[in-house]
């Protein structure tokens, strides 16, 4: 465990060096700023939300409505149910909500707003969602790499997070993730970590929409002794954020191993109690299926159905190991997936069934995973692995098109979140969380196809 000890000194000493980036933000942004710099995200939710609070409504002329914010003569995707592109399009907004899409020529006479954004020679796209996260983990990316997940978590990840993991570290590496996710797209993101209360505060503060569960664990954790007190903070912590516009809390027992049948129970009958979403780790590598099988003769997905504890509120991360039997109670269940390509490459854990469940209807979303087995947040990379892999897998070059993984990565990760109605699509009625990419730097010229694009190039 030496080798093992310094690493968790590195920790330490990362975490000192984060507090210090994320207090200097402007360098960070500058940071970022080099790395993502094809990617320029003019308007996200983080903008539009406190700039809207801060106009004083114009006064409209006559003829024209009122609207906040206008995004005109970019290429917009609409992601609504005919898969709309508008060349030269505009985009209404008022409040935080779309009041109007459309082409630029018919719209621009229409509204008088406060603000108007060229999106000239830009892509405008529904902001991405992340379905699966750990946020505070980026302060871990780089601490151990190239093993299995069993090693990674027992060995490095747990005993790192029970010496360094507080409020403090969480609100810091929070911090970092918005900064990161929101730099590279990202506008709404699903996590499972420990104070998850400091990552809803944290995430609130940036602007960023999150379904943010908090992990319960069957041995102590940095939060908590037992599952009994994991419990209690989870309750508190949905007390205090549901109703928030931007934070859904969420349940999220780490996975069917790592929990007694009772935590279980005990968890899902939270959820439903508050009517918030559970989510947790189910059948991510050959590891957990045997640890299951020997345990209860069964499959993580059957012995979560004999629990009683499956239904439409509840969010299977990764799901590699589903076998057929599985993938029926998840339909019948309702249940929403989060695949997560690179974590499940980079860990070896395999690659999900992906295919046969959209061929079952089941929704499915992207998601990166948490930074430490990554090692990024960056949406993007996440949609390009996911075609490459279905493709190279299924050995079908025709498999999980360009245009289908967009759709996992917008309005598909909304559907397995539960916010397919608020966000996922610019349509009318739907909150104005998008963003913008510029079609200008060499590796995005000529442009034929825009999903091409965005999952390829
Ligand atoms: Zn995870």
């Given at each position: 465990?030496?080798?093992?000890?310094?690493?968790?000194?590195?920790a330490?000493?990362?975490?000192?060096?984060t507090?210090?980036?994320?207090?200097?933000?402007?360098?960070?942004?500058?940071?970022?700023?080099?790395?993502?710099?094809?990617?320029?995200?003019?308007v996200s939710?983080?903008?539009?939300?406190p700039?809207?609070?801060?106009?004083?409504?114009?006064?409209?002329a006559?003829?024209?409505?009122?609207?906040?914010?206008?995004?005109?003569g970019?290429?917009?995707?609409?992601?609504?149910?005919?898969?709309?592109i508008?060349?030269?399009?505009?985009?209404a907004?008022?409040?935080?909500?779309?009041?109007a899409?459309?082409?630029?020529?018919?719209?621009?006479?229409?509204f008088?707003?406060?603000?108007?954004?060229?999106?000239?020679?830009?892509?405008?796209?529904?902001?991405?969602?992340n379905?699966?996260?750990?946020?505070?983990?980026?302060?871990?990316?780089?601490?151990?790499?190239d093993?299995?997940?069993?090693d990674?978590?027992?060995?490095?990840?747990?005993?790192?997070?029970?010496?360094?993991?507080?409020?403090?570290?969480?609100?810091?590496?929070?911090?970092?993730?918005c900064?990161?996710?929101?730099?590279?797209g990202t506008t709404?993101?699903?996590?499972?970590?420990?104070f998850?209360?400091?990552?809803?505060?944290?995430?609130n503060q940036?602007?960023?929409?999150?379904?943010?569960?908090q992990?319960?664990?069957?041995?102590p954790?940095?939060?908590?002794?037992?599952?009994?007190?994991?419990?209690?903070?989870?309750?508190?912590?949905?007390?205090?954020?549901?109703?928030?516009?931007?934070?859904v809390?969420?349940?999220a027992?780490?996975?069917?191993y790592?929990?007694?049948?009772?935590t279980l129970?005990a968890?899902?009958?939270?959820?439903d109690?508050?009517?918030?979403?559970?989510?947790?780790?189910?059948?991510?590598?050959?590891?957990?299926?045997r640890q299951?099988?020997?345990?209860?003769?069964?499959?993580?997905?059957q012995?979560?159905?004999?629990?009683?504890?499956?239904?439409?509120?509840?969010?299977?991360?990764?799901?590699?190991?589903l076998?057929?039997?599985?993938?029926?109670?998840?339909?019948?269940?309702?249940?929403?997936?989060?695949?997560?390509?690179?974590?499940n490459?980079?860990?070896?854990?395999?690659?999900?069934?992906?295919?046969?469940?959209?061929?079952?209807?089941?929704?499915v979303?992207l998601?990166?995973?948490?930074?430490?087995s990554?090692?990024?947040?960056?949406m993007?990379e996440?949609?390009?692995?996911a075609?490459?892999l279905?493709?190279l897998?299924s050995?079908?070059?025709?498999?999980?098109?360009?245009?289908?993984?967009v759709?996992?990565?917008?309005?598909?990760?909304?559907?397995v979140?539960?916010?397919?109605?608020?966000?996922?699509?610019?349509?009318?009625?739907?909150?104005?969380?998008?963003?913008?990419?510029?079609?200008?730097?060499?590796h995005?010229?000529?442009?034929?196809?825009?999903?091409?694009?965005?999952?390829y190039?």
């Amino acid at each position: 465990m030496s080798a093992g000890r310094s690493r968790y000194d590195q920790a330490a000493k990362t975490q000192r060096i984060t507090k210090f980036l994320v207090a200097a933000r402007e360098s960070a942004i500058d940071l970022n700023l080099k790395r993502f710099v094809f990617l320029r995200v003019l308007v996200s939710s983080w903008l539009t939300l406190p700039f809207c609070a801060l106009v004083a409504g114009p006064t409209p002329a006559q003829t024209q409505e009122r609207a906040d914010i206008l995004i005109s003569g970019g290429t917009v995707v609409t992601m609504d149910s005919s898969r709309r592109i508008i060349d030269k399009g505009m985009v209404a907004i008022r409040g935080d909500r779309i009041i109007a899409v459309g082409p630029a020529s018919e719209l621009a006479g229409r509204f008088q707003a406060a603000q108007e954004i060229s999106a000239a020679n830009q892509i405008v796209l529904p902001g991405l969602v992340n379905t699966h996260n750990h946020a505070p983990m980026v302060l871990f990316r780089g601490i151990a790499d190239d093993m299995a997940l069993m090693d990674w978590l027992e060995k490095f990840i747990f005993p790192a997070e029970a010496r360094n993991v507080s409020p403090e570290f969480v609100q810091a590496g929070t911090d970092l993730a918005c900064l990161e996710m929101i730099r590279s797209g990202t506008t709404t993101y699903a996590d499972m970590y420990y104070f998850e209360d400091k990552v809803a505060e944290t995430t609130n503060q940036a602007g960023v929409r999150g379904v943010l569960g908090q992990t319960i664990l069957g041995f102590p954790s940095p939060d908590s002794r037992n599952p009994e007190e994991a419990l209690k903070y989870t309750e508190r912590f949905i007390q205090r954020w549901r109703g928030s516009s931007l934070i859904v809390p969420a349940v999220a027992p780490h996975a069917p191993y790592t929990n007694s049948p009772e935590t279980l129970r005990a968890c899902k009958g939270l959820a439903d109690k508050y009517g918030v979403p559970m989510i947790i780790h189910v059948s991510e590598t050959r590891d957990e299926v045997r640890q299951i099988k020997a345990k209860y003769k069964t499959t993580s997905t059957q012995w979560l159905e004999k629990l009683g504890v499956l239904g439409p509120n509840v969010i299977f991360n990764h799901g590699v190991w589903l076998t057929e039997e599985d993938l029926g109670i998840i339909r019948r269940r309702g249940l929403g997936v989060t695949h997560n390509p690179e974590s499940n490459m980079k860990l070896a854990s395999g690659s999900a069934p992906v295919l046969r469940m959209l061929a079952l209807g089941i929704p499915v979303g992207l998601g990166t995973d948490g930074a430490a087995s990554n090692n990024d947040l960056d949406m993007f990379e996440a949609m390009s692995t996911a075609a490459r892999l279905q493709k190279l897998v299924s050995g079908n070059p025709a498999a999980l098109p360009a245009e289908k993984v967009v759709e996992l990565a917008t309005l598909g990760g909304a559907r397995v979140l539960g916010l397919h109605k608020e966000i996922g699509s610019l349509e009318t009625g739907k909150k104005a969380d998008l963003i913008t990419i510029s079609t200008e730097p060499a590796h995005a010229v000529p442009m034929y196809n825009v999903y091409s694009h965005l999952v390829y190039a």
